[in-house]
């Protein structure tokens, strides 16, 4: 999606991973109100909100709001189930990381935000090259959830466009990793791991800490993930 600039308020949904927070620099160096969204969904690594708060705080943003869900009441994924092991290999087909339908209620609930705000942009992190293989990172997802919420909103109804911008879409780990280089994101607050330690500590094994790995490698960035003591 072409970012658009009708409007100055945007909702950046911010996980506290290297995409989101190279989503958020780049909507601020767009010149948007960002009001950034995280949440407390009950997955495994709870030091990757500690990171959100700070990238939000070293970004100056607007407002920074952390909403507490319980998705772990469903279960279904190894990040909010804790009898469903994260995997140390890649796998085939989509992984058990999957958390069933996120996104969907990530970006409702950034929607809901976004239409108190008047804000008619919802930035989302999401990458479909280098990434995990999770349905609801998709470029089809992304261009039928912006439909639906045309129709399912005041604002869209009332002729005022709502747009989902997605500037990681179509770019390598490594691509990304750059441009947030360039624009000063400071990747050692990152936290990537699917199963961080308190410290924010990575596994290094995980599907997300070697996408992560090999994506600063190919960038030519040092690293600054701190892992594991043997990871």
């Known amino acids: 999606m072409t970012m658009s600039t ?40 709870q030091t990757e909100l ?3 708060k700070q990238i939000a705080a070293n970004l100056d943003v607007k407002e920074h709001r952390v909403v507490r869900l319980n998705l772990e009441d469903f279960g279904g994924s190894a ?13 085939e087909g989509i992984p058990v990381t999957y958390v069933p339908a996120r ?7 950034a929607l809901a935000w976004a239409e108190v705000l008047h804000a008619q942009h919802i930035f989302i992190g ?24 045309n129709l399912a ?12 911008e997605t500037p990681l879409i179509d770019l390598t780990k490594a691509q990304i990793i750059q441009e947030g280089t360039r624009l000063g994101v400071d990747y050692g607050l990152t936290v990537s791991c699917y199963q961080a330690d308190d410290d924010g500590r990575a596994c290094g094994v995980c599907d997300s800490c070697r996408l992560r790995a090999k994506g600063f490698e190919d960038a030519g960035v040092v690293d600054p993930t701190r892992y594991v003591q043997g990871a």
């Open 103 to 109: 996104n969907t209620v990530f970006m409702s609930l």
């Open 50 to 52: 500690t990171a959100a």
């Open 126 to 149: 999401v990458n479909a090259v280098d990434y995990s293989g999770y349905p609801d990172c998709r470029p089809e997802y992304i261009a039928a959830f912006e439909h639906m919420a």
């Open 153 to 164: 909103t005041k604002t869209g109804v009332e002729g005022e466009r709502l747009t989902i």
């Open 79 to 91: 990040l909010t189930d804790n009898d469903i092991d994260v995997p140390d290999h890649e796998e």
């Open 6 to 45: 009708s409007s100055n308020n945007a909702v950046v949904l911010l996980s506290g991973g290297l995409d989101s927070a190279t989503a958020l620099a780049m909507a601020v160096e767009h010149g948007y109100n960002c009001y950034v969204l995280s949440f407390d969904y009950g997955q495994r690594s």
